[in-house]
């Protein structure tokens, strides 16, 4: 089918369906950033966004919609003080570096359920292969919170949250897209809440044809296009089986493959398979009024992963890849809110959590890794709201893993309040750990001899923070918001060339600051600036950290003319910065002559959303990502995506209402 007609197609199906349906829509307004938000992740519960030191962005489904996202990658590169870095298309390998900090030193989670791949090199998230359909929010938790969620959380933790339930019994939402690149994306599912149970079912599809991820300059580039795709299903419910008494349960599979290239040689027939199912079962209840919550969870994370490399067209086979990475946890978590005087506030939680990882591991060059590791930890949490003037924050954590030391972290901080100038003052200082993977402590080869006697990262943080607002006439405001961090890490892991280990040499410096500008006017424009300053250093030798820019800008504006019509564009900027550079030609005759560690040019991006709503249930939509076809690299020889767009539609419908 040609594009042409794919589209014909697709638009006159969303006005059947327009025409059709009853105009129903979802009982919802678009989500707005404002100090009584709601946020779970830096206190794994309900907490109000200006109570606690620390700043979280949240990226809210109005969001994702209006702007069109699609990939995670889309809904991450917006935020302040990230630096996220893709290796080509859609699907290919994606770092995120927060706050400077190293990639492995960020934690995902989904629905606070861990995600980092425990049979990866260093134990880091892909975040390349993931699409955004069954989403409520991404929260993403900037600075340290290893007193909360242990290893891996130093620079930052990011939290996708699903949807689940609703204001009536049966919503369902579907979208239909496609575009540039032999581009598809479909979506559809249903949430609702009917009697005593909430659930939301999602189903998505993502696929694109790609383009040539080598970078036009290197020598003998192929030119051979790099495709993508992932598709997921997920099931989220909520049953509530007696007063006070609920179970939660919560099944995701996801799976991806991609084609990509080597930054050295352009191999066709190069790519991967990417695939994780998660498990969770959680009852819960509540007491005392209210006051008391309680949960228990048992669940899985069950990571596959395997790699192919054909070295050129005609090539039957090459060295691969293959791990599995399992981990099974549980936990017991309590939360309990009162109020110990008049004036004073207080909530206090804590937890114990058990996880076991096993990891199996082969390729072409190491020893076959097969290992499993236990670990437990206990944390409390403490938040205290005095006066309804000063916020108070405190969490300790205790981890006691199998094969090396215990290690405790701990993080404070105070809010005051400042309804003079609409806004707060923070500050907040916290310690953070990052546990050696399995890999770096056990892998063998010729080129390595495995230290098991590793011992974990570890980081100091400082950062302050002051927001100002103001109102601008009935409907309308602005607001200023401004952020100091600077965080220490040592004992980093580094391969010794000498000693052919890894081993705790590394150090590292880091500080900057985050400025952010928002304002809306009525409902005809929505805008917001970011700036972020990044100085991130070695240590031991000063020099600057790989793939962190110094200085890096973030825009949007939405215009809203007429009530059914928004328009919204966004820019990029990332500043000059420090990578592994390649040469175009190599003495070998193919890929790129690796030259070292070298500074790489910034780039511009913009990209222009549009959508139309033809009733209250359904709307059209179109997205121009890379509109001026910038030509970037991001990372060194590594082409970024060239000018694209994407047409389609969708719809959220009411349905029924619950019975009373």
Same mark, same amino acid.
């Given at each position: ?108 989670l ?10 990866s ?20 938790l ?63 599809y ?39 008494l609920?179970?939660?349960? *919560?099944? +995701?599979?996801? !799976?991806?493959k &991609?084609? #990509?290239?080597?930054?050295? @040689?352009?191999?066709? /027939? %190069? ?79 804590g ?12 390729d072409?060059?190491?020893?076959? *890794?097969? +290992?499993?590791? !236990?670990?437990? &930890?206990? #944390?409390?949490?403490?938040? @205290?709201?005095?006066? /309804? %003037?000063?916020?108070?924050n ?115 410096k ?18 917001a ?11 031991t ?14 825009g949007s ?25 390649y ?35 359904v ?42």
């Open positions: 089918m040609t594009y042409d007609r794919y589209i014909s197609t697709m638009l006159a199906l969303s006005i059947g369906i327009a025409v059709s349906a009853p105009a129903l829509a979802e009982d919802e307004k678009p989500a707005t950033r404002d100090d009584s938000e709601i946020v779970v992740t830096a206190t794994r519960g309900n907490a109000r966004a200006d109570s606690v030191a620390a700043r979280t962005d949240v990226v809210t489904r109005d969001d994702i919609e209006r702007k069109g996202y699609v990939t995670a990658v889309d809904a991450l590169k917006a935020i302040p003080g990230l630096s996220v870095v893709q290796s080509g298309g859609a699907g290919t390998l994606t770092s995120v570096f927060s706050r400077g900090t190293n990639s492995k030193h960020t934690l995902a989904y629905d606070g359920i861990r995600l980092n791949d425990a049979s090199p260093n134990g880091q998230f892909n975040f390349g292969s993931d699409a955004l359909g069954d989403l409520e929010r991404v929260e993403v900037r600075g340290p919170a290893s007193a909360v969620y242990g290893s891996d959380a130093i620079g930052g933790v990011i939290n996708f949250i699903p949807r689940v339930g609703g204001a009536r019994a049966f919503m369902p939402y579907a979208e239909i897209s496609g575009g540039s690149l032999d581009t598809y994306h479909l979506m559809g599912g249903a949430r609702g809440t009917t009697g005593p149970l909430g659930y939301s079912l999602t189903g998505e993502f696929e694109t044809g790609g383009f040539n991820n080598t970078a036009a300059r290197i020598a003998n580039n192929l030119g051979e296009r790099d495709a993508s795709r992932f598709a997921s299903i997920t099931g989220n419910a909520t049953l509530t089986v007696a007063d006070g609920s179970i939660r349960g *919560l099944v +995701r599979y996801r !799976k991806a &991609a084609d #990509y290239d080597d930054a050295a @040689l352009d191999r066709t /027939g %190069r790519g991967g398979r990417d695939r994780y199912f998660i498990w969770r079962v959680a009852p819960r209840y509540i007491a005392l009024d209210g006051h008391y919550q309680g949960d228990l969870e048992i669940g899985q994370v069950d990571n596959r992963r395997s790699e192919w490399n054909l070295t050129d067209a005609n090539a039957t086979g090459g060295p691969g890849t293959r791990a599995t990475g399992l981990r099974t946890f549980a936990a017991w978590r309590n939360r309990f809110d009162f109020q110990p005087a008049e004036a004073v506030k207080a909530t206090l939680s937890g114990l959590e058990w996880q076991r990882d096993s990891v199996t591991a082969s072409a060059y190491s020893s076959p *890794l097969a +290992r499993a590791e !236990k670990q437990t &930890a206990v #944390y409390g949490l403490m938040q @205290l709201a005095i006066a /309804g %003037r000063f916020d108070l405190g969490s300790l954590r205790y981890d006691d893993p199998q094969f090396f030391k215990s290690v405790t972290t701990w993080n404070a901080g105070a809010v005051l309040h400042l309804p003079e100038i609409g806004g707060r003052l923070y500050v907040a200082y916290g310690t953070s750990f990052k546990a050696p993977a399995l890999a770096e402590r056990f892998t063998k080869s010729a080129y390595n001899v495995g230290n098991p006697s590793l011992v974990p990262e570890h980081g100091t943080s400082f950062e302050a923070g002051l927001d100002a607002g103001t109102t601008l006439g009935a409907t309308g405001w602005a607001g200023l918001a401004a952020t100091y961090f600077d965080t220490k890490i040592s004992d980093l892991i580094e391969y010794n060339y000498a000693t052919l280990a890894n081993i705790n040499v590394g150090r590292a880091i500080h900057g600051y985050e400025l952010s500008l928002k304002g809306r006017a009525g409902t005809f424009l929505d805008l600036l970011n700036y972020t300053y990044t100085d991130a250093l070695n240590g030798t000063g020099a600057r950290l790989l793939r962190r820019p110094k200085h890096a800008w973030s504006v939405t215009v809203t003319p007429i009530a059914p019509l928004s328009l919204t564009g966004e820019y990029f900027r990332r500043g000059v910065r420090d990578d592994v550079v040469d175009a030609t190599s003495p070998w005759g193919k890929g790129g002559n690796y030259l070292g560690n070298g500074t790489v040019p910034g780039y511009d991006l913009v990209n222009f959303s549009v959508r139309y709503k033809l009733t209250a249930a709307e059209l939509f179109a997205n121009l990502r890379n509109a001026f076809d910038a030509t970037y690299e991001e990372p060194n020889s590594y082409a970024g995506a060239p000018r694209t767009w994407l047409v389609g539609a969708r719809a959220h419908f009411s349905g029924a209402r619950p019975p009373p």
